[in-house]
C-alpha cells in the first residue's frame, strides 16, 4: 500500500500525568506547567483499566469550544514506552478518510455513501457501494487491549457490541447486504486481532459465528505520532485464536 491516509491534530499536544479517572468520560490529570488537578474529557468508553494506571503519561489536545466544561481532551496513554489511542474520534476520521480514497486493498471495490447509516434495528458506521450497486456494510471497533501481539476486542463485556454481531450475522445470511467488521487497532505492537473470550465469552461467540456467516472480519493497525494519527498495515483477524 504505497498511498499514505493521515490525520493530524489541530494543536500541539500536552503531556500530563494521569490522576484518577472519576467517571467514564473524565479524567483527572496534573499539569506541571499550571501545578493543577486538570479536568481532562475522555472520547473512549472503554473500561482501559490496564492501561490508566496511576502516574502514567496521558497527551492531551486543549479544546477549541470555549464553552465547553473540560478544557481538555485525552488523544494519548504512553503505556510501556509505547502510545496507544484513547480517542475514538481521531481513528474514526482516519476510517472515513480511508474509505473515501479507496486505499483498503479488501473494500477497495466499494465507495464510500454514507456514515451513520441506519438498517434495521441499528445505525451503522459506513454504507459503501460497489459498481454494481452491491451494498456493504461496515461496522468499525477500536482496539486497545493487547497482550503478547494479540490484539483483543472488547476490554470490558459489551451487549451492544454483540448485538451489532449477531445483527450482521443475520443480514449476512440473508444476503441483501454484504457485511464486514473492521477492527482499527489503537497501537503499534499487534500482529493479529481475536475477541477476548476471557472478558466477553458472548461477543468472542458471536463474533465466531459472523465468520462462519460470512462477515468479512478486517483489521488495520495505527501509526501514532505527536502530530497525528496514520493508517498502518493489515494484520489477520483470528476469531477461532485460543489465547494460553
Keep these: 500500500m504505497s498511498e499514505k491516509v493521515f490525520v493530524g491534530f489541530p494543536a500541539e499536544l500536552t503531556k500530563m500525568t494521569f490522576v484518577e479517572r472519576p467517571n467514564r468520560f473524565i479524567l483527572h490529570c496534573y499539569h506541571e506547567e499550571t501545578e493543577q488537578i486538570e479536568r481532562v474529557h475522555l472520547a473512549d468508553p472503554g473500561r482501559l483499566i490496564e492501561l490508566l494506571i ?32 484513547i480517542n475514538t474520534t481521531y481513528p474514526n476520521k482516519l476510517v472515513e478518510l480511508m474509505l473515501k480514497t479507496a486505499i483498503i486493498e479488501e473494500l477497495a471495490p466499494y465507495q464510500w455513501v454514507k456514515s451513520e447509516y441506519t438498517y434495521g434495528n441499528s445505525r451503522w458506521d459506513f454504507l459503501l457501494e460497489d459498481k454494481e450497486k ?27 457490541g454483540s448485538k451489532h454481531v449477531q445483527e450482521l450475522t443475520v443480514i449476512a445470511k440473508e444476503g441483501t447486504y454484504k457485511t464486514a467488521i473492521l477492527f482499527v487497532v489503537q ?52 476469531p477461532f485464536l485460543k489465547i494460553q
Design 54 to 85: 496511576e502516574g502514567v503519561t496521558i497527551y492531551v489536545l486543549p479544546s477549541t469550544n470555549p464553552n465547553r466544561k473540560t478544557k481538555w481532551t485525552a488523544v494519548y496513554v504512553e503505556f510501556n514506552d509505547l502510545l496507544v489511542s
Design 134 to 160: 452491491n451494498q456493504l456494510l461496515l461496522e468499525v471497533k477500536s482496539v486497545t487491549l493487547a497482550s503478547n501481539g494479540i490484539g483483543m476486542f472488547p476490554d470490558a463485556v459489551t451487549k451492544r
Design 187 to 238: 497501537r503499534e505492537d499487534v500482529e493479529i486481532v481475536t475477541g477476548a473470550a476471557e472478558i466477553d465469552p458472548v461477543f468472542a461467540k458471536n463474533l465466531e459465528e459472523a465468520a462462519k456467516a460470512g462477515v468479512q472480519l478486517l483489521s488495520y493497525t495505527c501509526v501514532l505520532t505527536e502530530h497525528g494519527i496514520e493508517l498502518g498495515n493489515a494484520i489477520p483477524v483470528d
